[in-house]
């Protein structure tokens, strides 16, 4: 009897360690005003302005790195807005790249990512080496450090039985574990057949956001409002649920969002029909001081005039939903790729009604953990 007791208790403790948290679509504090107020604002580089600035990272000790488009290169600033270096230049050079895709943070290292090639900068975006890597089969998610990374690999089974099979992969020595499996919502399952474009906001993905002081990841699809948490050596915590409908995207929708784009009209007409009619629930998982942000999808719209955060616990409880703005009386026009938080400070890039684009830092106010 004694034996039962202590299965049944140790039983007990084990589903209350794995049991979701499920919050219902209500902030416990209601509202969060970041009440954003500006320290500086750059918008040019040596007298050039910018152009097409996106893709924005912030290191630790808040190094920023963004990418300008339109004149392919990448730029590293200070704390202070104070211009480092530029660096990943397009072309075939030592180290230029080929091709710019994306960017991430590797430890103290900078890598930026081509179609088959990893490039690794230091943190002033000094030419480092190059690793071969097929982008297309491994796109990175996150970098756990500068040699290990975590990248999705969709698998059907012989059920059809679509999953999200996330993969650690080890770069020196490639080593490959499974760290987790997702399995599709049924809805994303219909939507699939046809689509060939990513649309951050419609195409459901998996987003993974890392602590550095904790060592933790959270990470979930961005289509199920299932914030999974676990230890960098992949052991699993617990996981939080939001209760929230997904926001419809009409096919006017759709096509706005292709507006300004080289795609031809008569390409689009036959893009739309594959695309998915409701947006995701989330574009970005960040943890700032110990909160965790979950960056809500609100519309497909490539500017937005507020970037919509919705504020954690660190136990999963739902705090405040935000809504954070750079502008006053005249908005001004950012989106969450273009979007930073460390500490109590917010980095954005930022454009005008008139498409001067500019970047600045704000001071921000954060609420506490309780």
Sequence with gaps: MKKL????VCGFFCFLASADVKNEDKPLKGEWDFRPQKVWEIDNVNETPFERPSELRAS?????????FDRGVSYVFDREGQLVNSFAKQGTGPGEVSRYMNCFLAGDKVVVGSPDMLYFFSEEGFFLKSIPNNLFERFPLIFVNENEFLYNSRIVSDTAETRDRIIRTNLETGEESVFDELAMTSGEKQAQGGMSLVILGLTPQIKIGYDQDSQKFYYGRSDDYTIRISEATGKKLFSFRLDRERKRATDEDKKKHFEKTPIPKD???KIIP?????LTHFMRIQVVKGLIFVYSTESLERQQDKITIDIFSPEGKYLYRSHLQFGNETPLYTHVEKVIIRGNHCYALLETGSGKSFFAKYKISLPSTQ
Excluded: G
């Design 5 to 8: 007791w202590l299965v049944l």
């Design 267 to 269: 390409r689009i007409e």
């Design 60 to 68: 630790q000790d808040e190094k920023l790195y963004f990418h300008d």
């Design 274 to 278: 594959t695309l998915p009619d409701v």
